[in-house]
């Protein structure tokens, strides 16, 4: 340590006068260490052998602070190639663990620029992070030591029941919701968390490009502006003036891999038919990983000049809904509720109105879409977290599965347990789909800057939690937001089955295929699929509509996949419960076969119809089409198998397992306004 502090005084006194001015010694000294120098500065001088004899006397002097000493001279040699906010931010973060991040700043490494690159990242990441870098280290120091120490987030509190409304989709308490929900569209606003790619899934591009099924080949990203203009135009029904017609904004969060392909993605398809200043779009910053215990940022392998940088996860979505201006101004536009979704999750809009309607009847403020839940199912769950004492506030929040059966342990169950009914678990599971009120939602936000409550979960290769495998970062989740509300806040759920709204598509084939043998649902590009023609099976029985609902589950590529009548009913043909019983006034004259397809869009009645074959049916704005067929047979669609490793195969398609086979098919696309009839295998404009 003697010799580490000869050999920073002699950097120190490169003019060897034994002497230097207070103020240019001030700004390389460590923070703590700068009450020294003011006792020994005499007519703003200080005399070096004096600070250093002061210095070997104080206890705290340590291998630290000689490090910051030397990062902060090498800081004001590179003085010259960097702005005032550059140079003070690295002075800031030497004085903040980071010295290590200057041991590099040499003379040859300065003629190249390279102390530039690095800072203008900083910059960058100390601007975005609200409170700056120095507020992401304090908050990462005292996460990380929480961890180090194995302290439990949920120590304190036990867990209840939360409150909320359980659904059935076919059930008569479910149309009293969706017809409350459809009341409220008017006032409603929509955020799609949309940061990533298909890597996972097998898939390079982005996943809201992907088709949600292959016989449309519609698009989820195309899906889900569908159904907000199909809201829009039930919101608008009954206002003849244009002034008063409202236009439901919608915000997509996007990532640094994702932001670009999703511009080019609407851009190159006309925005999918909603206007432009309609759409947001909000893309997500990462942050510094931290590569130790002390949050010491990571610089990447072989140059220590790129900072290593992680997603912050999607919490993130509420900092930029706050960044952008969003959330403030759409509670002053008149959205009173702002719904929050996944990128790969098609059934979604089927329960968001009835969600809406929970929210209005229940007066809740946060309202979390959850689907039931089995015990041990990898899934998290709401819980109503009451404290054990008074200082701390209720919590109505998810708790993920592999905290949930310790938490879960201080029940009478002892667990994650069955309910003795139900054989499932009382505890909805969560699928990250949220109804938020949009003013309280909007003066949170404004409190926290915009930031939800971060933890980190660092992987350690020792049992003294000294050491990382692999650097970590502070991360937020979405579902978090409710821990900023405030203690008179109502927080509760909506819980649907799962068919109806949930469906994820995440997993390649492989991975699809263990994940169904252990939980029953594979979450792949053939599952989703045969899901979504599953749900609009189910709701056309439930309306009267002669089909097997359930179908049967067959294996692709290993994979269960329910499989039966493959029905794409567009949102512009149904969007709600209410619209698709109005389609079909007389459903006991409908029957559709288990090798069918049926393709329904736009403004289509279905008044008489036997279906054994492929029947697809577009009325294009303006045409209104009745469809009165006795019956329609044809060889219909069917589906080519195909291997998932065959790169001759386009990925969308091998994903799945198979491509569409066309083998025949009765289509009608009436085109022109007016009133249209289907019959006997013909289109006939009737009047116009």
Request: hydrophobic share 35%; charged share 25%.
């Amino acid at each position: 340590a003697k010799e580490q502090v000869e050999t920073v005084f002699r950097m120190l006194d490169m003019e060897r006068t034994g002497s230097m001015s207070a103020k240019d010694l001030a700004a390389v000294a460590p923070a703590d260490l700068k009450s020294v120098i003011d006792e020994v500065a005499k007519d703003e001088k200080v005399n070096l052998n004096e600070l250093k004899e002061a210095m070997m006397k104080k206890d705290d002097v340590t291998k630290e602070h000689l490090m910051i000493v030397s990062a902060k001279l090498r800081i004001q040699g590179c003085k010259p190639l960097l702005k005032p906010e550059e140079v003070k931010l690295a002075r800031t973060l030497a004085d903040h663990g980071q010295a290590h991040l200057f041991k590099s700043w040499d003379e040859n490494n300065a003629k190249e620029g390279k102390p530039k690159t690095l800072m203008v990242s900083l910059l960058n990441y100390h601007g975005k992070y609200p409170g700056g870098l120095t507020e992401y280290i304090k908050k990462a120091k005292v996460l990380l030591e929480s961890s180090r120490s194995g302290k439990n987030p949920f120590e304190g509190y036990k867990p209840e029941v939360p409150h909320g409304q359980q659904l059935n989709y076919t059930d008569k308490n479910f149309d009293e919701f969706e017809i409350k929900g459809i009341n409220e569209l008017k006032s409603a606003g929509f955020v799609l968390v949309a940061g990533g790619l298909g890597e996972r899934l097998g898939y390079g591009g982005i996943k809201v490009a992907l088709p949600l099924e292959i016989t449309t080949m519609t698009c989820y990203l195309k899906f889900y502006i569908d159904n907000i203009l199909a809201f829009q135009a039930l919101a608008n029904k009954d206002v003849t003036d244009t002034k008063h017609k409202v236009k439901l904004p919608f915000a997509i969060m996007t990532s640094g891999d994702t932001h670009e392909p999703t511009v080019k993605l609407l851009e190159d398809n006309g925005y999918f038919g909603m206007p432009k200043d309609q759409i947001t779009l909000m893309q997500q910053d990462k942050v510094p990983a931290l590569s130790n215990n002390d949050a010491a940022f990571a610089v990447k392998k072989g140059d220590p000049f790129a900072l290593q940088t992680k997603p912050h996860g999607h919490g993130d979505v509420h900092l930029l809904m706050h960044s952008h201006g969003l959330a403030k101004k759409w509670a002053k536009s008149g959205v009173k509720w702002i719904s929050f979704f996944q990128d790969t999750n098609g059934l979604v809009f089927n329960a968001l109105p009835a969600c809406m309607g929970v929210s209005v009847a229940l007066d809740l403020e946060v309202n979390s879409l959850s689907v039931p839940r089995k015990p041990g199912e990898a899934v998290g769950a709401i819980c109503k977290l009451v404290p054990e004492k008074t200082s701390k506030n209720e919590l109505t929040i998810n708790v993920e599965y592999n905290q949930l059966d310790a938490l879960l342990k201080t029940t009478p169950v002892k667990g994650d347990a069955a309910d003795t009914k139900t054989g499932l678990s009382p505890y909805p599971g969560n699928i990250n789909v949220l109804v938020f009120k949009a003013e309280p939602y909007a003066k949170n936000l404004d409190k926290s800057n915009g930031i939800v409550p971060e933890f980190v979960n660092p992987k350690y290769s020792d049992k003294e939690k000294k050491i990382f495998k692999k650097p970590t970062r502070l991360e937020c989740m979405m579902q978090d937001y409710p821990r900023l509300c405030e203690a008179k806040a109502k927080i509760g759920f909506t819980s649907m089955e799962r068919w109806a709204c949930f469906s994820a598509v995440k997993n390649n084939t492989t991975d699809a295929k263990a994940k169904a043998s252990k939980t029953g649902f594979g979450e792949s590009g053939c599952t989703g699929e045969g899901d979504l023609y599953r749900a609009n099976r189910k709701k056309l029985a439930a309306i009267g509509v002669s089909v097997d609902g359930d179908g049967k589950k067959e294996n692709i590529l290993g994979i269960p996949c329910w499989q039966g009548a493959r029905v794409c009913l567009s949102p512009s043909f149904a969007s709600t419960m209410q619209q698709l019983k109005s389609r079909f006034p007389t459903p006991d004259k409908v029957k559709i076969s288990a090798t069918s397809t049926l393709v329904l869009d736009g403004d289509v009645t279905i008044k008489n119809l036997e279906l054994d074959g492929a029947l697809i049916v577009v009325a294009q704005p303006g045409a209104q089409v009745v469809v009165d067929e006795t019956k329609v047979a044809n060889k219909g669609h069917g589906w080519t198998m195909v291997k998932g490793d065959d790169k001759e195969v386009d990925e969308m398609f091998r994903i799945r397992g198979y491509t569409l086979d066309v083998k025949e098919e009765a289509k009608h696309v009436c085109d022109k306004p007016g009133k249209w009839v289907i019959k006997d295998g013909k289109a006939t404009l009737e009047s116009s």
